[in-house]
C-alpha cells in the first residue's frame, strides 16, 4: 500500500488544483476514504488546466509520443473507477485499450508521475500532462 499513497500522493501534489490537494491526501490514506478521491476522476475540474492539453486525434499513438519522453518506460500505475485495473502496474498497450474510450474516470501515471493522461467520463474528454521538467 505504501508504493501505491506515494505515487498517488505525487500524482496529487503535481497536478491537482491547489484547494483540493489536502482533501485528497487525505482520502487515499485509507482504503474506507479513498473511494471519495476515485468518484471524482470522472469529471475534469480538479486538475490544475495550466499543465494539461486536450488529446485529439488518434490517442493511443498521441499518448505514446507523448510518453516516449521518458525512455524506456514499459508500463503505467493505474488509479481508476474500474476496479479490475484500479491500484495496479500495466504494461501501457493494456493500459491504453482499458482506458480509452471507457468512459469512466482514469489517470494513467507514466513514470514517477512526470507524465498523467486523464480520462473523464463524456465524449472527446481526454487529457495529458504538458512536457515539464520537475525539480
Known amino acids: 500500500m505504501t508504493n501505491n499513497i506515494d505515487i498517488e500522493s505525487k500524482v496529487i501534489d503535481r497536478f491537482v488544483i491547489k484547494t ?3 482533501r ?3 482520502f487515499i490514506k485509507s482504503e474506507k ?6 468518484n471524482v476522476l470522472s469529471q475534469i475540474n480538479f486538475l490544475r488546466e495550466d499543465l494539461f492539453e486536450k488529446v485529439e ?3 493511443y499513438e498521441f499518448i505514446k509520443d507523448r510518453i516516449k519522453l521518458l ?3 514499459k508500463d503505467c500505475y493505474v488509479i481508476s473507477e474500474n476496479q479490475r485495473i484500479d491500484k495496479k502496474r ?19 501515471v507514466f513514470g514517477d508521475a512526470e507524465i498523467l493522461y ?3 467520463e ?3 474528454n481526454r487529457w495529458i500532462s504538458k512536457p515539464m521538467q520537475f525539480k
Request: proline residues 2%; negative net charge; glycine residues 10%.
Open 90 to 108: 500495466l504494461d501501457i498497450d493494456t493500459a491504453l485499450t482499458e482506458t480509452i474510450g471507457a468512459d469512466q474516470g482514469t489517470l494513467l
Open 57 to 59: 486525434g488518434n490517442e
Open 122 to 124: 463524456g465524449f472527446n
Open 33 to 38: 476514504t479513498r473511494p471519495k478521491f476515485i
Open 24 to 26: 485528497y491526501l487525505t
Open 20 to 22: 483540493k490537494r489536502e
Open 118 to 120: 486523464s480520462e473523464a
Open 71 to 73: 525512455r524506456n518506460l
